[in-house]
């Protein structure tokens, strides 16, 4: 048997998808990104993973024989046991068996996992909440996703990952949300229900900065946009940014109250560009609801592996799954 | 060593209190029950704990040297490393250490948790959700508990016990809680919330049969009138029961779609005194919120031990963090 020693995370994202050889001191040896072209169906993107994987290794100058193991992380419900990607919303793929494929190709033993879970477990191996006991994480981008691990293990559902605080309800009769439901978090919080808001706001003239910058189009108000008109004082943009970010603590608060975690992480595209702010929202929004018990149990903390969580998460789950075989 | 056999569970209520000896095949070979007369002081309270247990031990014909252990459920948060009851809110107690006092009495090992958690872990065990990979429970009465069992362990929290559902917020604005918030569960489907809506319905003349029998004090309307006046044909009652019921399915559903629970037990005094009205709407009301991954993979399901859970469960969690000592 080949000395085996390195390990492959892999992000396979909703745009992008990327691949990074690990030595044993976690540091990036090899790695390789491409765009994920969602919706030419599974096969054709399992090839794209492939090759992305197979460029990495090679850039690492390492072969697939010195591979102890894969971790890839998934935009979608994952059967972890199996190794199964369960139709992906987000790729437009039918189920599909990721750890069979992979590991036919690679000879080396595969861990699938959700990406958000990926994210969280990076965070509790290296990041802002190393060892705690009870980890929620909460990624604010486009949508809301979260994660957890609990005592060292991600948290599992029934049948595939869980913590869907993206849709936990935050406003009786609030605003229907993509999954069909109305009032939940996602409705009121995500980027894109930030960006319907402030696109208002723009054309009622609180504003003008981002009318200026972006128009009224929300497929152009991301996150950088929105950071750069809170910070020019568009007082519209603040004011839903906040409200958003006060419902975000509300969410938290109903899962501190059921789980009592210690550490609570946020992170994703709209808190990183607008950390401070998100930070303190968030922070005293979920410590009010909160109960007394809790209150002072938990810390609100800021991610710290940013883009990185994903890859090294999925890495780093391999090992912790798959490194004592 | 004498031959230790036998298992003692002992349920430490606000009004009541109960120990059970259990044999080697759990059947109740002694028992004792004594009101708790809360407010009288930790101390006191824990004299009349002890007596308690020896009047069951008597009882069982046996004598402590033959205990395998103790487990004691108790209302309010515990830290169950230390076996330390924390200011129980229900007994008016300060703080004290349950487990050193009963070890140094009876002379074996004591495990300490929380009354609900005891419950939760006795329908795991024996009741309506055996071998469950994860177990929410939900105990509607004066107030709502819940409890969760994940992979055969009871969840915990930072500091003490967990999964405070009545705490979840279901209602935006909605009335004022015990815990200061606005809009909990058990702000508007506890007993105490549902008899005052009750109440109100009796005065307006929606609840003849209600009124006639208990009139509009609150602390007359306990569930068993609330459920005779459903079979007379209370509308006003019905409704304001179906309306908690579908509150309790949102906050469930809330916590299905972050934790996805194999299985959801309904119990307490409220839903044993109308069971098929509360498993019927509670039912619907998760289902149709819960998203759908998790839909079809969780059943809400009625306790299947009622009263008899909390002293059971304590003295089964006994066995299981005891047992191999």
Redesign the interface.
């Known amino acids: 048997m080949a000395d085996r020693k390195y390990w492959l995370g892999f992000d396979l994202g909703g745009t992008k998808m990327l691949a990074q050889v690990y030595d044993e001191k976690w540091k990036i040896i090899g790695r390789e990104r491409k765009r994920t072209k969602p919706g030419s169906g599974a096969d054709n993107g399992l090839d794209r993973v492939v090759e992305t994987t197979q460029k990495a290794i090679e850039e690492a100058g390492i072969t697939c024989s010195e591979l102890r193991g894969i971790g890839i992380g998934c935009p979608g419900?994952v059967d972890m046991d199996k190794g199964i990607l369960?139709q992906p919303p987000n790729l437009g793929w039918d189920t599909v068996n990721v750890k069979e494929r992979l590991e036919k190709t690679f000879t080396c033993p595969v861990a699938v996992l959700n990406d958000v879970d990926a994210g969280t477990y990076a965070e509790y191996r290296q990041g802002a909440a190393v060892d705690a006991?009870?980890v929620l994480a909460v990624f604010c981008g486009t949508g809301i996703g979260?994660g957890?691990v609990?005592q060292g293990e991600i948290?599992?559902?029934?049948?595939?990952s869980?913590?869907?605080?993206g849709?936990?309800?935050?406003?009786?009769n609030g605003p229907r949300c993509g999954?069909?439901?109305r009032g939940c978090l996602e409705s009121v919080a995500s980027r894109l229900a930030i960006a319907s808001q402030c696109a208002r706001a723009a054309y009622h003239g609180d504003a003008p900065y981002l009318l200026e910058k972006t128009g009224t189009d929300l497929a152009n108000i991301r996150s950088g946009a929105l950071a750069s008109a809170v910070k020019e004082g568009d007082k519209g943009v603040k004011d839903v940014i906040r409200e958003a970010a006060r419902y975000i603590g509300?969410a938290i608060?109903?899962?501190v109250?059921?789980?009592?975690?210690?550490v609570v992480i946020l992170g994703g595209g709209m808190v990183e560009a607008m950390p401070d702010l998100f930070l303190d929202r968030v922070s005293a929004s979920a410590t009010k609801?909160a109960?007394?018990?809790?209150r002072d149990?938990?810390k609100v903390r800021l991610s710290k592996l940013g883009d990185e969580a994903g890859v090294l998460g999925a890495a780093l789950w391999a090992e912790h799954v798959l490194g004592v075989q």
């Open positions: 419900p369960l006991r009870c979260g957890c609990y948290l599992r559902g029934a049948g595939s869980c913590v869907e605080i849709h936990v309800q935050v406003m009786s999954c069909g439901q509300i608060a109903g899962v109250n059921v789980m009592s975690p210690d609801r109960m007394p018990a809790f149990k938990f």
